[in-house]
């Protein structure tokens, strides 16, 4: 494992953003780097980009079949999944996170006119810099609000009061995500920090090239 300060990346590099869970690959994406101040970092994900991610959840985004989310809850409790790919769709996706934050701010823009279509604070462990990117582990908890900030509404507490019974967020991640839950609020409230600068004027660059993720992290995915 590498210090928070150890690795750094340029803008336009590649970082892969990889969960973990249990000491095992759960997810890996390769996203395009938009800055890297060393503490918070930001990266791009668009259409036609594709990782690796537990078939559970595969058949739950295609399907939206419940019992495919229970299993993929099951899956994790038992430290046992498989992975497919998945390629990702339907939106632009900015993720910004800080070091030792508990959440990172998302936002999704149209493919189409590029507009912001919704912000999306993902409450997750806090992420590690690797060699090739971070890593971090969704803690199922999200926060959703309108373009404009004017509301905002919990999502997936279900989800997150079964992993906690399951075991799958432990006490201290769930004091973590508790204390974030206030400070988000707040910062959307008063349009601090993520909330208060000129994300929503962000656009991707058509010219980039789809990041890809390396064959090192495709070959541990079968480990």
């Known amino acids: 494992m590498t210090s928070p300060t150890a690795v750094r990346f340029p803008s336009g590099a590649t970082a892969i953003r990889r969960e973990t869970y249990g000491g095992r690959m759960l ?6 780097v938009i800055h890297d101040t060393g503490d918070e970092i930001a990266l791009a994900c668009w259409p036609g980009i594709r990782s690796l991610v537990p ?3 595969i058949d739950w985004l295609q399907n939206r079949n419940p019992a495919a989310r229970d299993a993929a809850l099951r899956a994790y409790a038992a430290r046992q999944w498989e992975l497919g790919h998945w390629t990702w769709r339907d939106t632009i996706w900015l993720s910004i996170v800080d070091r030792d934050a508990f959440f990172s701010v998302n936002l999704f823009f149209s493919p189409d006119h590029g507009g912001l279509d919704r912000w999306y ?3 997750q462990r806090p992420y590690c810099r690797t ?6 582990f969704d803690l199922a908890l999200d926060l959703v609000a309108d373009p404009d900030l004017s509301r905002w509404t919990w999502k997936d507490e279900d989800e997150y009061e079964q992993s906690r019974r ?3 967020i432990t006490d201290a991640e769930h004091r973590g ?3 974030s839950r206030d400070e988000v609020v707040a910062m959307i409230e008063s349009r601090r920090g993520v909330f208060g600068a000129n994300w929503p004027d962000w656009r991707a ?4 090239p789809v990041p890809v993720l390396p064959v090192t992290v495709s ?4 480990a």
Do not use: C, K
Request: charged letters at 20%.
């Open 219 to 222: 070959a541990a995915s079968r």
């Open 166 to 168: 399951m075991g799958i």
């Open 55 to 57: 078939t559970t959840w």
């Open 131 to 136: 060699p090739e990117g971070i890593d971090t």
């Open 205 to 208: 660059d058509p010219s980039w």
């Open 177 to 179: 995500v508790q204390e």
């Open 27 to 32: 997810t890996a994406a390769p996203h395009r």
């Open 121 to 123: 604070v993902n409450f």
